[in-house]
């Protein structure tokens, strides 16, 4: 059955998103907007697409949660031997989506990756839940399982390899940091004559222009 997909869309109310408001500098207004979300209705307001190439030029997306973010760039953390892990050592190049439905909003951001540094992974590793740390050692994240009784085995595992001492950070899990080559922040308006915004350069070097919707 065909569903009349336009029918379903809300009409686009937000604020506006004037060059005056948003400034000069996009890691300011990333930090507003995010914290925007946050006071309002959005349950994950950190939550990102992340889109990453392989060695073979094949696309993936899938989401993840912004963890921290500097000058330097957006970091989260997983395990380097999945995925999204091996595309990024095969091809740096990588996009990330913001979506805040209820304030209209988005931002794109676009970049390459890179490692983040041991002593930092090592820093936000221990922040975790110890159920988190326990699960980052048992999963071989995108690997084929035989069944889930495969996982909550290797789960029980290093549960009983740990006890109830210390759990040190995977040495196959790290953090990535996207290093931002250009940023797009959108603001739903009416009529869909949106306001977008786009920055690229680099950290302190920052060029603005204004995109048509």
């Keep these: 059955m065909n569903r009349d997909l336009e029918s379903m869309r809300r009409t686009s109310t937000g604020d506006t998103l004037d060059e005056a408001s948003a400034g000069d500098d996009p890691f300011q207004l990333l930090t507003r907007w995010i914290a925007d979300a946050a006071a309002g209705e959005d349950p994950e307001p950190n939550a990102m697409v992340l889109a990453t190439v392989d060695a073979k030029g094949t696309p993936t997306a899938r989401v993840v949660l912004l963890k921290g973010f ?20 095969e ?32 820093a936000y590793f221990a922040t975790r839940p110890r159920d988190s740390q326990l699960g980052a050692w048992a999963s071989p994240q995108s690997e084929v399982l035989t069944d889930r009784a495969q996982l909550e085995a290797a789960l029980a595992e290093v549960t009983t390899r740990f006890g109830t001492g210390p759990i040190p950070r995977p040495p196959f899990w790290g953090g ?8 797009e922040f959108w603001q739903g308006r009416t009529n869909r004559l949106h306001d977008r915004l786009a920055y690229a350069g680099a950290a302190g070097a920052w060029t603005r222009t204004r995109l048509a919707p």
């Design 91 to 122: 091809d740096s190049r990588a996009s990330i989506v913001f979506f805040w439905q209820p304030l209209h909003r988005q931002v794109r951001v676009e970049g390459h990756l890179v490692r983040v540094s041991d002593e930092e992974s090592d």
């Design 176 to 183: 990535l940091r996207l290093v931002p080559e250009s940023f």
């Design 70 to 89: 500097d000058e330097r760039g957006l970091a989260f953390y997983t395990n380097l031997e999945s995925r999204k892990g091996r595309a990024a050592a």
